[in-house]
């Protein structure tokens, strides 16, 4: 027979506005409020954005929120969410991307948005971590990625001893002692989907 103790995890991509951030005692965020048409969802944020000053998210803000669901199939109606991943939208989601299009119309390629996590803590800094923060800059700055792809600073990410690090997401591809020449390529391939599919 099998168990009615199983869960179900499911990933889940969200927008909506922002409403707030719910705080743990030591004033790191545990959660935020996302209101989705008439209904506000408690969504639970990933140990690498509990920063919350690296977000710069403000009441009313457009946002759009990638993580992961989990169903218990004992408890009908409890359904767990967890973003690892949230990035604020440049205007309403209902807006007309005709900035986007005309950004694309030069190339071959088009760019997806994404945006890069990289350890901030001060062991992970003197390892190479600011440096490689100004590489990454100027590998996007290069890249024409700037509308696309934001670099955000966060707390640790649990592999010290490979530093510096860095995430790229969507999909948090995760890349321990990247060699600033292969960054670009890095960038390339995860950013920039060539148009001849």
């Not at 409020?33 to 000053?53: C, M, N």
């Not at 998210?57 to 991943?85: M, N, V």
């Not at 440049?90 to 088009?110: F, I, L, R």
Request: with cysteine.
């Amino acid at each position: 027979m099998s168990s009615i103790h199983s869960s179900e995890i499911i990933p889940f991509q969200l927008q909506g506005k922002f409403v707030g951030f719910i705080y743990k005692s030591n004033g790191q965020a545990k959660s935020l409020i996302l209101a989705v048409g008439e209904r506000e969802l408690r969504i639970k944020i990933d140990k690498s954005l509990q920063d919350t000053h690296f977000l710069n998210l403000l009441p009313g803000d457009w946002i759009s929120i990638t993580g992961e669901q989990e169903f218990k199939k004992e408890k009908f109606t409890k359904l767990k969410l967890k973003a690892y991943e949230i990035d604020r939208l440049s205007c309403d989601v209902k807006c007309n991307p005709q900035e986007e299009t005309n950004a694309m119309g030069k190339g071959k390629a088009c760019a997806k948005k994404g945006k890069i996590l990289i350890c901030n803590k001060s062991d992970c800094a003197k390892r190479g971590g600011k440096k490689l923060y100004g590489v990454l800059e100027k590998t996007i700055s290069n890249l024409g990625l700037e509308k696309h792809v934001t670099i955000q600073k966060t707390g640790c990410q649990k592999r010290c001893g490979k530093a510096p690090n860095m995430i790229l997401m969507p999909g948090r591809s995760k890349h321990s002692k990247p060699n600033p020449k292969n960054i670009a390529g890095l960038l390339e391939e995860h950013y920039i989907t060539s148009g001849k599919k």
